[in-house]
């Protein structure tokens, strides 16, 4: 009897702890997202490569002058030899004064808990010496370093901040994939012999606990062996039980299979969500990468960022936020800004965000400028009002919270000050708002109210 114990014993915890992922998304996707990343809520994309030495137009010019866009054939004509191609722009991409211990302070001084590192975009450069890339990657040409290694090690030795890689699996202009393509991807020769043995390098040589998977919207991912990658991912890697991955795997697959959806570029829902999603957004209002040609109307304000990531969080959402930086290795400055004063709010309104769920309502019809997150504590559960703008009279309502005999309100941030409030008839509070000076107001972006023994 002890021995039929001891092996039913050893069967549920094998099953419990060591289950193997199968290739197929029921299976998949039966694996539970790792609790850090839900947690997190906020990371920084980095889209960064031989476009960024252009910088003009972003991270599709070469497509996008391969195609006949006016306005980048005539920017050629003016400012290059008539014979000069895209590839000749590598030699400039040198990253001189590319310091990743840097990044890594300005990074974690954002409020961020991950980054996301651009590590092959659409044109195929690898920003790492890949053994499947020959003459087009970092090593070789331009700045001659491991982009990519580089960051990972700052990364990992200077701040708490997880590593992520983003990794496109198709490039636009390769002749393996081009020749895929043509036989209707019945053949899988730029699949077996260039995308899938980088996505393996990455992991084993990188560890990425982020996954960012994109560019595979033209072939199924039949295709792509996306599904028998991802089940070595979840069974065997290095990063098997931590790393998190997104929805693009495959034609279809967006927003439908995968770890995490992100649905579109800057999925922004407005009512809460029933799979964990990604708002991949970028400061620049237009374009991912690095333009010499921005102006400052073109970057959203710090208070426009605050605004959209509230919305995301109360909907259950994380924001990935991009930079785009130089290519000659630097953060521009009104980057660096904006992430700072997000990491400024991010200190003082942080309870509010980090390991926070989404509350009964998201957003409170009494106001379209406030949205709610909650936490549970050992004493009860803490419902947080994110307002985005300060209202004009001596008073706040909120027609969702319905109050308690012991609801306490206060706000991050402007400490040991009880707000006085009243109840509105079945639900909905009233809350007086005091005379307070500007030096002692915590924020000019958004503020947020806490709210204890409270229901809905």
């Known amino acids: 009897m002890a021995a039929l114990y001891l092996f039913l014993l050893f069967y549920c915890t094998l099953s419990t702890f060591g289950k193997r992922y199968q290739p197929t998304w029921d299976s998949l996707e039966s694996r539970p997202l790792p609790d850090w990343y839900d947690e997190a809520k906020l990371g920084i994309f980095m889209h960064w490569g031989v476009f960024s030495v252009p910088s003009y137009n972003a991270v599709w010019f070469w497509n996008n002058w391969k195609n006949g866009n006016r306005d980048i054939v005539n920017f050629m004509k003016r400012n290059y030899r008539p014979d000069f191609t895209y590839a000749d722009f590598a030699a400039d991409f040198k990253a001189e004064f590319y310091d990743p211990k840097r990044w890594a302070a300005i990074l974690e001084a954002s409020g961020a808990k991950y980054v996301v590192l651009v590590s092959k975009h659409h044109e195929g450069f690898t920003n790492w010496p890949s053994n499947y890339s020959w003459n087009w990657n970092s090593y070789d040409v331009g700045p001659h370093r491991d982009l990519v290694g580089e960051l990972a090690d700052a990364i990992r030795n200077t701040t708490n901040l997880r590593f992520g890689l983003y990794h496109s699996l198709f490039e636009w202009y390769n002749p393996l994939y081009l020749r895929d393509k043509a036989n209707n991807f019945t053949t899988q020769d730029f699949v077996k012999s260039k995308s899938m043995p980088e996505l393996y390098e990455l992991v084993n040589r990188y560890k990425p606990e982020v996954v960012w998977s ?243």
């Open 214 to 456: 994109d560019g595979a919207w033209e072939a199924p991912d039949t295709y792509w062996t996306s599904k028998e990658f991802l089940a070595w991912l979840y069974n065997d890697s290095p990063v098997k039980d931590t790393v998190v991955t997104n929805d693009r795997w495959g034609k279809g697959d967006i927003c439908h299979h995968g770890g995490y959806f992100t649905c579109s570029d800057k999925y922004l829902p407005t009512t809460l969500q029933k799979r964990k999603f990604e708002n991949a957004m970028t400061i620049d209002k237009n374009h991912w990468g690095f333009r010499r040609d921005a102006r400052i109307e073109d970057f959203f304000s710090a208070r426009e960022l605050i605004a959209t990531f509230a919305q995301t969080v109360s909907c259950g959402g994380n924001m990935l936020m991009n930079v785009g930086p130089t290519s000659y290795g630097t953060i521009q400055p009104v980057y660096e800004e904006r992430l700072l004063q997000f990491g400024k709010w991010m200190r003082i309104n942080g309870e509010a965000i980090y390991s926070s769920k989404p509350w009964t309502v998201q957003q409170d019809n009494a106001t379209q400028t406030c949205w709610y997150t909650m936490k549970k504590t050992e004493t009860g559960t803490n419902v947080y009002a994110i307002i985005l703008d300060w209202p004009d009279t001596n008073y706040l309502y909120l027609n969702a919270p319905i109050t308690s005999s012991s609801t306490l309100i206060t706000m991050l941030g402007y400490q040991d000050y009880n707000f006085s409030y009243s109840k509105v008839q079945s639900s909905g509070v009233n809350i007086t708002l005091p005379n307070i000076s500007f030096s002692k107001i915590p924020s000019t972006d958004a503020w947020v109210f806490k709210m204890t023994d409270i229901s809905n």
